[in-house]
């Protein structure tokens, strides 16, 4: 019964997305998200879908599993991140009082085709890693609901990789913001009836929620949170579905669109780190990433609703990933022509490598965003040097920011080998992370400030 009504539930989700999908595409549509009579989407139309694409499956997870070791502390640091809204929208805000009509377009014009290559690779693995991750999710769920059925994980993450991708190449970004709208809502609806029931359970306690230091102590967790504001102001900048976003509407609605998904996505994720924290509280065993341990903690609705929550919130950002990959192959490689057919064969592309990826093998699901957040963070001194001081930065300054970060990234990422081991600080992955941050940072601002000069102004 319970192994029904999640695959009854989702397959509606996925019907109610294609017929929320556009019946006809233009270029303009499917790449800049326009609709079909031109126009720019409006104000709730943007918020929910920043929202859906930030609340994906990867996220939810990650703020129960850090949550379930660490506590509030846990859950507050990776809820941090979603600073990047605000963060986003500060760096959108400038960019656009310059002229700029994308990231790309503002380091082009400062550091040409270098700059633009460097920070295009960068972002083509996040997209790659959110499909890695979100279809890894999508896995780890069918196969803790279907345990007694060999190739569940496998099976479920090729059908909705098609399935995805099937709506996903049918509109563009105009299909991805107007499904991120049904999927969104119904996310909420899911997310507030599973969050009511552990609130009123009879052994739920906000107090001892709000002070729990979790199954491993609080200590790492407030280390991370460190690191998160080390991360949140390059952090949105790496990301193309948010700058995507950030240049469909005009100024005042983009703006408010950026506010109102910081305190809705952020409400959100301390809201789902809630279910790992409880099930520290009550001693419950770790099992299948918090799957397998809500299973024996909740009555099934409540775990259903869990399990659609996490499902919905990973279709939501399949599409937006493809989108925003089709957008990066054809506008800014240049590697397929501006046609919907061009569109749609880069994002096979990167739902085949994402795939292949989540089947192949993985790390963890915060590894993910933590080399993403670390190879970010040449953005950083390059933001706040070039954009916000306005002066003009060499690009040998750029290129060491860059291989800086890059260089901070793959150490945690391969922390584990002999070479790596004998240069990073002993002690826990995030205390490590964090040395490697403050590393990243202090050689990015030096080489920044080195190479840079003051704007001469026309008097």
Partial sequence: MQTTAIVGVFVLVI???????????????????????GTAPGLWMLVLSQITTWIFARSLMNSAILGYYYGIAGTLAYAAYYGS???????????????????QDWLGARFGTAGTTCYNVVIALRLLSEVFANLLVVGLIFS???????????????????LGLAYSAWGGLSAALRTDVVQMLLFLVVFVVALGALVLAPDFSLSAVLTSEGASGARNGWILLLVAFLQVFSYPAHDPVMMDRGFLADQATTRKSFFHAFWISGVCII?????????????????????????????????VALLLSLLISALSTLDSALA???????????????????GRVAMIVFMVLGAALTLWGNKTLFDAVAVSGTASMFLTPILLVGLVMQRKIALWSYLIAFGAAITGAAAYFLRAWEPVVMILPEGHKYEQLLAICVVVLVVGFA????????????G
């Fill in 447 to 458: 080489a920044t400030l080195a190479g840079s000069r003051r704007v001469a102004t026309q």
């Fill in 15 to 37: 019907v109610a997305s294609l017929l929320a999908a556009p019946r006809r595409v233009t270029v303009d549509g499917f790449f800049s998200g326009l609709n079909p009579n």
């Fill in 271 to 303: 809201g789902f780190g809630f279910f790992g924290i409880q099930a520290a509280l009550i001693g419950a065993e770790y099992q299948g990433q918090l799957l397998g341990t809500w299973a024996l903690m909740f009555p099934p609705a409540i775990f």
């Fill in 144 to 162: 803790a609901a279907l345990p007694e059925l060999a190739g569940a994980k496998e099976g479920s993450i090729l059908i909705v990789a098609v």
């Fill in 324 to 342: 925003s990959s089709a957008r990066l192959v054809v506008e800014e490689f240049k590697l397929a022509p501006r046609t919907v057919n061009g």
């Fill in 85 to 103: 809204f605000l963060t986003g929208g500060f760096i959108v805000g400038r960019l656009r009082q310059g002229g700029a009509r994308s990231m």
